[in-house]
């Protein structure tokens, strides 16, 4: 009788179980969520990223705990290896890699239900993996980079919240790659992401951290997962002043290297916050020296990505804020040009004449000096 209940209970678990159809242990399981998806070819909207679900993978640990008394020995610490298996007592190995944490616990219910009455069991993360984020398109240095769950924080001036520093999101992958550049459109922040399953299948949504900035919209600041791809959009010229303006929070980099020269107290280079204005700069080195600097044009010298050089002439107007136009935020590795005035010309072509003819001077005298002290007149 008892050997037919237990024939009976396993049959109901395999019909009713939505992960019925999944292969022997070892095996890699399907997704029964990814049916039916279509892909971000097919440009639709997804739901939003802040509601999916971890997905598991290789360097995940997790805590598996039998809610059956005399079957507690079989739990305890798994780790997700390289192949995307994990050693359990009593099945050997199970493949876990691409499940949620809630299919997954279907599934060894599933597996365990082959040996155990009462195959019950608790599936939990222990520690996550570090997450591989490829970060695109407009920041400082584009690349791969791998956000520590335990040690990534992130943070936004101003909004309550935006951070934590267990859990990486989009703004802390994007401060890893160096920060945004002043050519980014930060209402055009893309993030590629995969679905549950071992297929290719994605989804794409479109972020606009200009909400998160300005209203605190946490949504707009999701969670990174492993393997997922964001790609900062280049802004049209002119570049929106908001994009400035909002920028200057802490999406770029904290400090910059520019180089202030010519006509300034103390030229050379010089450190300064991220998004500088040109002013600014050249008042931090001294400022203008008086009469020598040639105002109404003072020129910028940018080394572009590409490897070409563009230069700018501006007008310094201590009234003006920052402007893309009169007064632009500096960025990495710009050189700001003071040039001499008409007055200074003039009064260094006059120092270059009149100076040789002073050394000329004092060597006759000197020759005079002499000769008199010999009882010679020699002048």
């Known amino acids: ?87 359990l007592a009593l099945l050997g190995s199970a493949q876990l890699t691409g499940l949620t944490i809630s299919q997954a616990t279907q599934w060894l219910t599933q597996l365990y239900g082959r040996f155990l009455i ?12 570090a997450m591989q984020v490829t970060v695109l398109g407009e920041v400082q240095t584009p690349g791969l980079y791998s956000l520590s769950a335990g040690g990534e924080a992130s943070a936004v001036a101003g909004v309550a919240g935006a951070g934590n520093p267990g859990l990486p999101t989009v703004v802390s992958a994007i401060q890893k790659a160096g920060g945004i550049t002043l050519n980014s459109n ?7 992401r995969k679905l549950p399953g071992l297929s290719n299948e ?5 972020l606009d951290l200009a909400r ?19 790609t900062v959009a280049r802004a049209q010229d002119p570049l929106p002043e908001e994009v400035i303006a909002l920028g200057a929070i802490n999406l770029s980099p904290q400090t910059i290297n520019v180089n202030i020269i010519g006509e300034v107290r103390s030229p050379g280079p010089l450190q300064v916050k991220a998004n500088t204005p040109l002013v600014q700069a050249i008042l931090k080195a001294g400022g203008p020296t008086d009469w020598r600097a040639r105002k109404n044009n003072v020129e910028l010298v940018r080394i572009n990505r590409n490897g070409t050089v563009s230069r700018q002439t ?8 920052v402007s893309n136009a009169f007064n632009p935020p500096l960025r990495d590795g710009d ?12 009064v260094d072509v006059v120092n270059q004449v009149i100076a040789p003819l002073g050394q000329a ?19």
Not at 118 to 129: A, G, K, V
């Open 314 to 321: 501006f007008s310094m107007n201590y009234n003006q804020g």
């Open 212 to 230: 998160l900035l300005q209203n605190g919209n946490l949504s707009q600041n999701p969670f990174v997962f492993d393997g997922d791809t964001i």
């Open 186 to 192: 930060i209402r055009s922040v893309t993030l590629r």
């Open 202 to 206: 994605v989804k794409q949504v479109t």
């Open 1 to 87: 009788m008892a050997r037919g209940f237990r024939r009976l209970k396993l049959l109901l678990i395999i019909a009713v179980s939505p992960l019925s159809m999944m292969p022997v242990v070892g095996a890699a399981p399907s997704s029964p969520f990814t049916k039916g998806v279509r892909t971000s070819a097919d440009v639709v909207q997804p739901a939003p990223l802040q509601q999916d679900v971890y997905i598991l993978g290789p360097g995940d640990r997790l805590q598996l705990q039998m809610l059956d008394p005399s079957a507690q020995a079989y739990g305890g610490s798994l780790e997700i290896l390289n192949d995307g298996t994990a050693s």
């Open 361 to 379: 001077l004092n060597i006759y005298a000197i020759y005079c000096s002499l000769g008199n002290n010999n009882g010679t007149n020699r002048c």
């Open 118 to 129: 009462r195959p019950e069991l608790t599936l939990s993360l222990s520690q996550p993996r």
């Open 335 to 346: 050189s700001v040009i003071v040039p001499r005035s008409l007055y200074g010309k003039t």
